[in-house]
Structures are given as C-alpha cells and as structure tokens.
C-alpha cells in the first residue's frame, strides 16, 4: 500500500497552511511519566484546521505481513493523500483491555508521526513542547532494576541499524531524548516503547521534509 499518492502538491500546499494554525495538543492524559496528549487531544488540536484546508483525517486498522497497523491518513479534496502507518502491539497473553490500549497508543503514535503536533502543558502558560513522547522522569535506579538481556540488546541494534536505517550516533542521540544512556540501560519493560519512539521520531522527520520541500519552491 502507497504512503503517499503519486502526486502531492496540492495537499503539500494545504498542509503547510493547516500545521501553521495547529496551536498543539493540550497534554490532558494522566499516566507513569505525568501528563500526556492523548488521541482525543491530537484529533481535537488538528481536525478544525485540517477541515479549513479541504483535508480529511481517517483512522482505519488492516493487517499486513502477519501484523496489524494503525492506518492514519490524510486525504485532500483533490484526492492527493499521505499516510503513516503504525504496528499495534500486542503481546502473547495480553488481555482485552491491554490490547485495546495499544490500539490507542497506536493511533496517537499515527497521528504524531504524520503531523508533528507539538503538545502544550495545560497549565495556563501555553508553553509548547515537541519532543513527540511525553519525556520520562528519570528514575531512580535500584540494584532490582532490570535491562534487557544482551540478546535483546542485539536483536535492538539490528533492528535500528538494519530496519530504521540508524547510525550509532543516530541512536545513542534518540536513546538520550528518553533519558538512556545507552542500550545497555534500556529496561526490559520499557523496550517496546523506546522503539515505538524511534518509529515515531524517524516518521515526523517526513514531515519536516515536507514542509522543506514546499517552502523552497
């Protein structure tokens, strides 16, 4: 399935315009690294733009090489579109509500990724923040903390390097964002939501070329 259609020029055009009247995503949600926006947060920061530019956004789910996705589009009345894709995760086990969650951590990761809407503490300042995961508190490290194994610790790396394209530096700087020194302190319960991050930070890079791309012609 294409992520773009074959032309993009009018949507393009109309993105810019909408992003520009994007003010951010009031961090509403409550979880373990504080306040976060949740997907009723992003639709609601993007939707009344996206309609003022003749933009349509849809989520739809679809499974694909044994996985199922989050498909997040963007469609334009010309009938130009973009998409983001995003994996559901679902564990072995995972109870109903578990996998229901990661439905949603999927559809807020699509809408993240795809429009690089910034969030915005809801504390009166309107302060904007961009990183596009809530930054994590840094925790207290006890002796009882556990990492992953040096199996998963490869398996990582190769999947950054080899599947997302990363270099050493490129990953150690992303690993930095969430406060980990390295992927020797990724903790075993967290592993999924470091990639999940990556997938995110490299997608909203399109988006920024994007708007690159417009603006020089």
């Not at 032309?7 to 009031?26: D, H, P, Q, V, Y």
């Not at 947060?41 to 199922?68: F, H, R, V």
């Not at 995760?89 to 951590?105: C, D, F, I, R, W």
């Not at 999947?159 to 903790?187: F, V």
Request: charged residues 30%.
């Amino acid at each position: 399935m294409d992520i773009h259609s074959e032309t993009r020029s009018k949507i393009a055009s109309a993105l810019i315009k909408a992003r520009k009247n994007m003010e951010g995503a009031k961090k509403k949600g409550k979880g373990n690294w504080g306040a976060y926006a949740t997907a009723e947060d992003l639709i609601e920061a993007c939707n009344e733009p996206l309609l003022g530019q003749d933009i349509i956004l849809t989520q739809g789910t679809m499974p694909l090489e044994g996985k199922n996705w989050v498909v997040t589009q963007v469609t334009h009345a010309s009938g130009e579109f973009m998409r983001s894709f995003t994996e559901i995760v679902v564990e072995k086990n995972m109870s109903p509500q578990k996998a229901l969650a990661g439905q949603t951590y999927a559809r807020r990761g699509g809408i993240e990724s795809l429009l690089a809407i910034p969030r915005i503490d809801d504390d009166g300042e309107n302060k904007i923040n961009t990183p596009p995961m809530p930054e994590p508190k840094e925790p207290k490290k006890t002796e009882n903390t556990l990492y992953i194994s040096e199996e998963d610790r490869q398996n990582f790396i190769t999947w950054a390097t080899k599947e997302k394209g990363l270099n050493g530096k490129q990953a150690k700087e992303l690993l930095g964002e969430l406060g980990i020194e390295s992927s020797h302190k990724i903790k075993a319960d967290e592993l999924e939501e470091v990639k999940q991050f990556i997938t995110n930070e490299i997608k909203r890079k399109g988006m920024q070329e994007l708007e690159e791309m417009e603006g020089d012609q």
